[in-house]
């Protein structure tokens, strides 16, 4: 499955910084226009003239990630879709789980949105997006595979929960 390009700029936690010292003390030229609705100035035009306060003149920028921002923001929205809590997101119970029957099935949705031992072998990279536990001596695990909204490509911004359709799938061990 591919992935479309999205600009660094456009990813959650994309911020700017000047190019020459790296700082994010940018500032840009505007227009400031009088809203009535909010009896203040509100932001009209935006120039492309950036001018960077620690270098004290004109300057250009370039798009850093806040990595941390954003495995917050996936962890929130892995986290919330186990409970039921996000708009676009499907949940696929394989054909072993729905086979033990309606009450193993719900013990076992219940399991994984309670699920919270996460560690550094189950979460390597801290995205809650994995998660292994027993219901009656049987093995299951759930996971998160985030998708684009058309489901045909894995998603630009998995941080993004507007461009995103996450699937949580419970399946047996055995079936992984
Ligand atoms: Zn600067």
């Given at each position: ?9 456009d ?27 909010s ?12 001018w ?6 004109e300057?250009?920028i370039?798009?850093k990630i ?9 962890k ?17 119970v394989?054909q ?7 009450a ?5 949705v219940?399991a994984?949105?309670e ?14 997006d ?6 009656d ?6 996971k ?23 699937v949580?799938?419970?399946m047996?061990?055995a079936?992984?």
């Amino acid at each position: 499955m591919t992935t479309k390009t999205v600009e660094s700029a456009d990813l959650v936690g994309a911020f700017p910084v000047c190019k020459n010292c790296g700082q994010s003390t940018v500032m840009r030229d505007a227009w400031a226009v009088w809203s009535l609705a909010s009896r203040d100035w509100t932001l009209g035009s935006v120039f492309d003239q950036i001018w960077c306060e620690t270098c004290g003149g004109e300057t250009q920028i370039e798009w850093k990630i806040d990595k941390e921002f954003r495995l917050k923001r996936i962890k929130r929205l892995n986290d919330a879709l186990r409970r039921g809590q996000v708009e676009r997101g499907s949940i696929v119970v394989t054909q072993g789980v729905q086979a033990k029957g309606r009450a193993f099935l719900e013990q076992a949705v219940k399991a994984v949105a309670e699920f919270d031992t996460f560690t550094e072998d189950n979460d390597p990279h801290g995205e809650h997006d994995f998660g292994a536990f027993e219901i009656d001596g049987d093995k299951l695990f759930w996971k998160i595979d985030p998708y684009d909204l058309d489901m045909q490509c894995l998603s630009p911004d998995v941080a993004n929960p507007c461009v995103t359709h996450r699937v949580l799938t419970i399946m047996l061990a055995a079936e992984y």
